[in-house]
């Protein structure tokens, strides 16, 4: 009988929560989607509050602890859901530290519910242990590491990186040639149907296939100069677009 009168005043709560729920915020139930994740949180906790009612009959202090554990365990979940775009954007600047080409790009969490932001998209790299700017950029689907080259013309791609990114030798004409600091080179015209770094897009992009091995991709002012904005500040290279 006892248990019988715990289970009804469990239930008349949460529906009475349920009731204070709706009128505080009228719009969350309205909601199909939210009405679901509601009723299946409020389900979740019918069961572990019944749980709980049936064992203390026999055991309440192991009851009431494993009682507390959940409840500390489901406000540590509602926590970092919370706080999840804070603790995305801590991640990734540790991550950017750690591995300075893959950048750190601006937070997301002021974004509306469209996903497009009125501002500018940007993304941040730290110079890497040789005094350079390297960037990870994801090119027709295929990661490439880039060398940032304010000296360079042209987004260069080296022969391997090339072949990375689908651009078999017998595709590539050697037809124009370039000036670099190591002399007169031959380097072959393509077009990047997609180059991807972080949140900045750019479609179409032309570029060139270095005949002569290279150490590593180039990033020149074709790139840069089509951005919104880029600056060198506090030894961190931040692009915008």
């Known amino acids: ?19 204070l729920l709706n009128n505080a915020f009228p719009n969350v139930l309205a909601d199909p ?21 049936l064992r203390f009959r ?9 009682l507390a554990a959940w409840l500390l ?13 804070e603790a995305q954007e801590i991640g990734n ?13 601006a937070s997301t ?10 501002g500018p998209r940007e993304v941040r790299f730290a110079l890497n242990e040789n005094g350079h700017y390297q960037v990870q950029a994801r090119v027709n689907g ?23 990114v689908g651009f078999a030798d017998n595709q590539l004409n050697f037809i124009e040639r370039a000036e670099t600091a190591n002399g007169i080179a031959h380097v072959a015209p393509v077009t990047l149907n997609n180059l991807t770094i972080g949140p900045i897009v750019m479609a179409r992009l032309p570029a060139k296939v270095n005949q002569a091995p290279m150490p590593y991709s180039l990033l020149g002012m074709r790139f840069l100069n089509q951005l919104r904005g880029w600056r060198v500040q506090q030894q961190t290279l931040i692009l915008q677009q």
Request: glycine share 8%; net charge positive.
């Open 73 to 85: 365990i489901g406000l540590a979940l509602v926590w970092v859901y919370a706080y999840r775009f």
């Open 33 to 53: 989607d939210n009405r679901i994740r509601v009723f299946a949180s409020f389900g979740w906790l019918l069961l572990l509050v019944g749980s709980v009612a």
């Open 58 to 66: 026999s055991q309440p202090g192991t009851a009431l602890r494993s």
């Open 1 to 19: 009988m006892r248990v019988t009168v715990i289970a009804v005043a469990i239930v008349a709560a949460i529906v009475a929560l349920l009731l």
């Open 93 to 105: 600047r540790i991550f950017g530290e750690l591995v300075p080409a893959h950048g750190i790009s």
């Open 142 to 164: 295929t990661y490439i590491t880039f060398l940032v080259d304010t000296g360079a013309s042209d987004v260069v791609l080296s022969p391997d990186d090339a072949r990375r």
């Open 109 to 118: 969490a002021a974004l509306p519910a469209g996903g497009s932001s009125a």
